[in-house]
């Protein structure tokens, strides 16, 4: 079985960024569905942040991180990244990569069969 480490969360102020890295034990891309980045502040439920498909050709964001957050992947290290700009408080919370099988939906953390530990992220104001 695959396993996954994320990496890059740390403490920043508003408006700084930080770059989470995922990477996989073993080829992660082709064989799946796609990856996905979610969040879970305390007390909250995980949400989803991005996504992308298994070949790379759609990627995917939460609208209240749009325009914010990017990912990519390099299949060569099998890792997918989180470039994450103009951070706010909200964006507060542990950071979780995760894989999902073909035909699920990104969004639905349910559907993902493998996460990671997951990474704190923390944006003060």
């Known amino acids: 079985q695959v396993h996954l480490q994320e990496s890059g969360g740390g403490l920043v102020q508003t408006g700084e960024s930080l770059r989470l890295s995922c990477e996989a034990s073993?080829?992660?891309?082709?064989?799946?569905?796609?990856m996905g980045w979610f969040r879970q502040a305390p007390g909250k439920e995980r949400e989803a942040v991005a996504g992308?498909?298994?070949?790379?050709?759609?990627?995917y964001y939460s609208d209240s991180v749009k325009g914010r957050f990017t990912t990519s992947r390099d299949t060569a290290r099998n890792t997918v990244f989180l470039q994450m700009n103009n951070l706010k408080p909200e964006d507060t919370g542990v950071y979780y990569c995760?894989?999902?099988?073909?035909?699920?939906?990104?969004?639905?953390?349910?559907?993902?069969?493998?996460w990671g530990q997951g990474t704190q992220v923390t944006v003060s104001s």
């Open positions: 995760g894989i999902r099988p073909a035909g699920s939906a990104w969004y639905i953390s349910e559907a993902y069969t493998t």
């Open positions: 073993g080829r992660i891309f082709g064989s799946n569905g796609g």
């Open positions: 992308i498909n298994s070949n790379g050709n759609s990627l």
